[in-house]
């Protein structure tokens, strides 16, 4: 085992890059994201990327191997103690000064390097549908990661309100907002919605199938708005994301709706859906900081999302927010803003403009200041 010594200048960091998998769609684009932008950092002297092969990615793009960056692979069983072993005997043959991990599952034993965990949300302990046995894993899982971190991070201000109750000792974790990558402000090829089974304008939801996104409210919405024929037909939603086979998609129960499912959707293609969307509606109950909803500002569209404290003190200036519980009330938000090309319009040349206050060089430049402090 190394002994390594903090530095006080440029930094040897490793990245735990498991992450950026199709498993985390949200997790995979922030550790993707800070990656690209640590790796451009001039205080950064050398990155180590952490990856597993088993980890199905089939579309975050991360940094290549170079003279100042250095790949790894583990080959554990995602998941399994012996993958959190191999990850932590690497992190302490690295010469490195920080280990980063996006998620607080951080491997047992000791590190050598100090770490930086990033916790999004505490979404598991505080919604009902939480099993027990998953509410008390994350639980432990929270309060090891916040125990055991050099350096306890999350990504707004409303996230480290949700952490720090869970916290012991209550300390709130360091606020680094997202970025948005810069992808989502570039021209898109040219898209053909027939291709996939869209016929006519489109509401896009970008999300994955988890309780709190409230999609079943969203497809109940959306029934009442072709039942009482409140916006032009023929109109389709388009649910896109990454979906959990072994959880509902409330879709699949109303195949009498024009109700499109794009699963595990690559960046062009979501692009294009951003695009070519009338709007875009996000009706999730929670979110730590909520990315799709920052892509669609970026992508020019017209955004209708719950109304969370996340959105209200970033980016109230550039969505339409709505109360979410009630499908009648969103139906008749998003008919309100369908019916309105002119207040669409306004919001899609609003949003790329906010959505530039979102950056990963300035996430990862307040991440190496917090390092070196």
């Known amino acids: 085992m190394v002994g390594i010594a903090m530095t006080t200048e440029r930094l040897r960091i490793i990245v735990d890059a498991r992450y950026a998998c199709d498993a985390y769609p949200g997790i995979g684009r922030v550790v993707t994201g800070m990656a690209h932008a640590l790796a451009h950092?001039?205080?950064?002297?050398?990155?180590?990327l952490l990856t597993n092969p088993h980890r199905v990615n089939t579309h975050l793009q991360l940094p290549a191997a170079s003279a100042t960056i250095t790949r790894h692979q583990v080959s554990g069983r995602p998941g399994s103690v012996r993958e959190g072993q191999q990850v932590r005997r690497l992190a302490n043959t690295i010469p490195a000064d920080w280990f980063y991990t996006p998620y607080l599952r951080l491997p047992w034993g000791r590190f050598v390097a100090r770490t930086m965990v990033t916790v999004h949300d505490a979404i598991p302990l505080q919604s009902a549908s939480t099993p027990w046995h998953l509410r008390s894993g994350f639980r432990l899982a929270l309060w090891l990661a916040a125990a055991r971190a050099s350096l306890l991070t999350t990504v707004?201000?409303?996230a480290a309100a949700q952490i720090t109750p869970y916290v012991w000792p209550h300390r709130p974790p360091a606020v680094i907002p997202n970025g948005v990558d810069a992808q989502f402000f570039a021209p898109v090829?040219?898209?053909?919605?027939?291709a996939h089974g869209i016929s006519g304008p489109y509401a896009l939801c970008v999300s994955s199938n988890q309780t709190h996104k409230n999609l079943a409210t969203l497809v109940a919405a959306w029934r009442i708005l072709v039942t009482e024929q409140t916006i032009e037909a023929p109109a389709t939603l388009v649910i896109a994301g990454q979906f959990n086979p072994a959880r509902d998609r409330p879709w699949r129960a109303a195949?009498?709706?024009?109700?499109?499912?794009i699963a595990h959707p690559?960046?062009?293609?979501?692009r294009q859906l951003y695009h070519g969307a009338a709007m875009v509606v996000q009706p999730s109950r929670a979110e730590g900081f909520g990315l799709p909803v920052y892509e669609a500002l970026a992508c020019g569209c017209a955004v209708l999302c719950s109304d969370l404290p996340v959105y209200r003190t970033t980016i109230a200036d550039a969505v339409v927010a709505t109360a979410v519980d009630d499908p009648a009330v969103l139906a008749q938000a998003i008919a309100a803003l369908w019916n309105n090309p002119e207040r669409?319009?306004?919001l899609a040349r609003r949003g790329p403009m906010v959505a530039r206050r979102f950056d990963w060089s300035a996430a990862?430049?307040?991440?190496?200041a917090l390092m070196h402090r």
């Open 41 to 48: 950092h001039p205080d950064v002297a050398h990155m180590h």
């Open 156 to 158: 707004s201000h409303d």
């Open 189 to 194: 090829p040219a898209f053909d919605p027939h």
């Open 255 to 261: 195949p009498d709706l024009q109700i499109v499912e």
């Open 266 to 270: 690559d960046d062009v293609l979501l």
């Open 344 to 346: 669409r319009a306004h």
């Open 364 to 368: 990862a430049a307040q991440a190496i």
